[in-house]
């Protein structure tokens, strides 16, 4: 069964240690070629997210890991870059693996609105707005002032508009992704983010949220980050799909998939530990919905979701 996964950070490890090889099966990395070919992912999103260590971020920083991305990632024949609609349907059609460029966080644009159109030029056709805490666009989910938007990440809204890049809330502070909903009228995504009705951390989303996320069409991949899904350890897959049968309860079942954050996290879901494991999701969901209920949850929502919202070209 094929896969499309919403999240990882596998970058951020590469640029940490780049004795890394993306290409064999290092311990070191949840998300490798071989795992990713032995599960059946067909396409993996790779995010570009800047550690706390890296205490000013500049877009300099960003054009290394998106070297790294090309130098250690999309240098073999059989990984394709997704740029627009035709290379998911290409990947579809063949052995290849697509590759989707992700940025995790506005903070090293600086507000420079052409560093945003660079990364574009460059491949990336996904951006979170945040990570937990405030840029110059907007405050994360824990920023302690719980603010919005400022009025330049509102101009940013308005920029993303006429890109083709597709807007990711995950990380977004509550009042910014009610301020999001007012300002922008596109689909979005949340890459990465579980139920607060079944686990109460603040990374997580609302029903209202979630509703709000259906109506315009956006998609919710829902995460393996262990105390996301349950604040009891340890965490298992029927824990996690506790989320999903919620969302499809909320009318969502056409609108989420999964957003795994592997490389991001120090803790597993049981049986999750990594990329290769995914036949245990496919398992746990089999006993409970149909295959083609399965085939969507794991693929078709995305796939779907990127055939809408990727461009015609580019």
Known sequence: MKIIDGHCDAITKLFASPELDFFQEEKELDVSYPRLQRAGVKIQAFAMYMSESIKNPTFDHLLQMVDIFYRKIAVAPHIRLIRNRNDVLQ???????GALLTLEGLDALHGNLTHLRVLQYLGVRSIGLTWNYANWAADGVMEPRKGGFTLKGKMLLKELEKM????????????????LAENYSKPCIASHSNV???????????????????????????????????????????????????????????????GSDFDGIEQWITGLEHAGLYDNIINALSKTYTESQVERFLYGNWRN??????????
């Open 91 to 97: 990947v579809e059609a063949s052995n290849e693996i």
């Open 196 to 258: 607060f009705k079944h686990c109460a951390h603040p990374r997580n989303l609302s029903d209202d949220q979630i509703l709000e996320l259906i109506r315009r069409n956006g998609l919710i991949g829902l995460t393996f980050v262990p105390f996301f899904v349950d604040d009891r350890s340890p965490v298992t897959i029927n824990q996690l799909l506790k989320h999903l049968d919620h969302v499809c309860a909320l009318g969502g079942e056409q609108h989420v998939g999964f």
């Open 164 to 179: 083709d890049i597709i807007t990711d809330v995950s990380h977004l502070s509550v009042k910014g992704f009610w301020e």
């Open 305 to 314: 979701f990127l055939l809408s919202n990727l461009p015609e070209g580019m």
